[in-house]
């Protein structure tokens, strides 16, 4: 069955940097596209990025385009978050999410995917 499950979170200052892991199990990540989504208190969902399952292509929202990163690690089946110039709006809970497509499709609507992990909070202080 598919499980993820994200790491990495915490506390940074403004301006630091976290990379978030997602572990998955039950597909492959070098087939299956996957993706990250958070949601911040009181607010909706928002699509961050993905990663293709089809060739390894990224497609990050603007909000965070420049400053975020995706990659994976085929062999160990993990994906990765790099966030790096952190500002006080990324703080929020951070979800990674794959719903058994190939390709990513619009990066805002990877918050009706089927799957994801129980996520990881993310603290951006002054």
């Known amino acids: 069955q598919v499980q993820l499950v994200e790491s990495g979170g915490g506390s940074v200052q403004f301006g630091g940097s976290l990379r978030l892991s997602c572990a998955a199990s039950?597909?492959?990540?070098?087939?299956?596209?996957v993706a990250w989504f958070r949601q911040a208190p009181g607010k909706q969902r928002e699509g961050i990025g993905c990663?293709?399952?089809?060739?390894?292509?990224?497609f990050l929202a603007n909000s965070v385009k420049g400053r975020f990163t995706i990659s994976r690690v085929d062999a160990e089946n993990l994906v990765y978050l790099q966030m790096d110039n952190l500002i006080l709006e990324d703080t929020a809970v951070y979800y990674c999410?794959?719903?058994?497509?190939?390709?990513?499709?619009?990066?805002?609507?990877?918050?009706?995917?089927?799957?994801r992990g129980p996520g990881t909070q993310v603290t951006v202080s002054p």
């Open positions: 999410t794959t719903d058994h497509l190939r390709g990513c499709g619009v990066v805002s609507d990877v918050v009706r995917y089927d799957y």
């Open positions: 039950g597909f492959r990540v070098d087939y299956y596209a």
């Open positions: 990663i293709s399952g089809v060739d390894g292509s990224t």
